[in-house]
C-alpha cells in the first residue's frame, strides 16, 4: 500500500470514527455504590443504567445512542467534584445524573456556571428554586413536601383532641438528613403539631439508646426517621428494645421493599413516604420496566429505589430527545426543553412532571404508605399548592 493510500484509509477511519462520536450523547452518572447510602444508592443507580441501555435499543435519542459514563464516588463530596470535573472538561457530557444532597449542594454553582442540566437523587427543596439554581433538577417531590405529606397523615391519624400530637425528627447531621427539617418544622407549626424535639443520628451508627432514651422523656407520639433504609432498621431495632409506643415514619430513603426485609416484623405498622412506586405495581409505566428485566435480568425483583433511577432517566432523556428535535441539544437546550414539560406522564411510576423556567419543583404529590403483613400498602396520596414561600425551601 502507498503512502497516499495509507493515508486514505487513515481519513475514512478518522471520518467514521468522527460521525460516530457524533452520533453518541454523553451523559454523566455519579453514584454510591460502596459508601453509606450504597444500600439505596446500588439499586438506584441499575434503575439509571437499565433505562438508558431500553431507550438506547428504542433509538436512543432521536437515533443518536446514549453514552453513559458514570462512577462511584462512595458518598465522598471531594470525589464527586473530581469526577464532575472530570466529566465536564475531559468527557464533554452534556447532563449529569448525580446522587446526593451534600455533594449536589456543593456542585451547584459550577453546574450553573458550566451550564450543565444536573439530575440528582436528591429531592432537597434548596434545588427548586431557578433564580438560584437554574441547571438542578430531581424527579420526585421535594424532601419538604414529602415530610409534608407524612405530617399530614399524623394530623389525621391522631385522635386525641384534648391535646396536639408530638413528632421528634431523628437525622444525621449533614445536607441529607437536615434538608427537610426547617419546612417540617414550618408546617408542625402552621397545622398545630408539637415538636418533640431533634435526635441526631451519627454515620455508621450501631444503636440510637441514647436519642430514643431522650425522645422517651419528651413523650413523642410520632417520629420521622430521615436516614436510609439500614440506619431506619437500626433505630426500629432500638425502639422495640426499649418497649416504646411511638409510631414511626420514614422518609423515601429509608422506606422501600427493602425495610420489611431488613427489620422484619419491626417493620410492621411503619409509614413512609413513597414518591415512587413499589416495583411491580400495577401502573402502566411498569409495563416497560418489568419486560427489560425480563429480558436481561431473568425476571428478578427490584424496589422503588430501582424504579425512582428508572424515573429519573426517563426525564432527562426525554429531555434530551426534545432538545435534539429542536436543534438545541447543548446545556441551555436541553434546559430550555426540560422548562417546557407540562403534567409529564411517567405511567404512574411517579406524579406528572412539570418544570417551568420559575419553578423546578416536578410535582407537590406524595403518598404514604404503611408496612401491612410484610407489604408495602398505600395509604394515600397528599397534594400541596406550589406556595411561592415553600419554593427553594
Known sequence: MTSKSRLAVAAVVFLAAAQAQA???????????????????????????????????????NGKQIKLIDVDYGYKIPEAASAYK???EDDKVILINGWGT?????LKDSVNADKVPYFSGSFAGDLTNPAKTPYN???????????????????EDWKDKSRKPRVAFFYGDNAYGKAPIAAAKQFCAETGIDVAGDYI????????NSQLLAMKQAGADYAYINVTTTGVSLVLKGAAALGLKTKWGSNPYGFSEQLPLVA???????????????????VPGMVAILAFNKAHHGGEAHD??????????LVWIEGLRRADKAGKLTG????????????????????????TPTDHRPSTTCAVYQVKGGKLVKIKDYTFPRRADWLGL
Open 332 to 355: 441551555e437546550g436541553v434546559k430550555a426543553a426540560l422548562e417546557t414539560f407540562k403534567d409529564f406522564d411517567l405511567g404512574g411510576l411517579t406524579a406528572n412532571v412539570t418544570y
Open 201 to 208: 443520628l451519627p454515620p455508621n451508627f450501631q444503636d440510637a
Open 23 to 61: 452520533q453518541e450523547v454523553k451523559v454523566g452518572g455519579i453514584f454510591d455504590l460502596t459508601g453509606i447510602t450504597s444500600d439505596v444508592g446500588k439499586p438506584y443507580a441499575q434503575g439509571v443504567r437499565d433505562c438508558v441501555a431500553n431507550a438506547n435499543a428504542a433509538g436512543g435519542v
Open 304 to 313: 422503588a429505589m430501582y424504579v425512582r433511577g428508572w424515573s429519573s432517566a
Open 137 to 155: 433538577f430531581f424527579v420526585a417531590p421535594s424532601y419538604s413536601d414529602q415530610a409534608r405529606a407524612w405530617l399530614s397523615w399524623v394530623k
Open 86 to 88: 472530570r466529566m465536564t
Open 264 to 282: 422484619k416484623e419491626l417493620a410492621e405498622g411503619v409509614t413512609g413516604v413513597m414518591p415512587h412506586v413499589p416495583y411491580g405495581e400495577k
Open 102 to 106: 451534600g455533594d449536589t449542594l456543593r
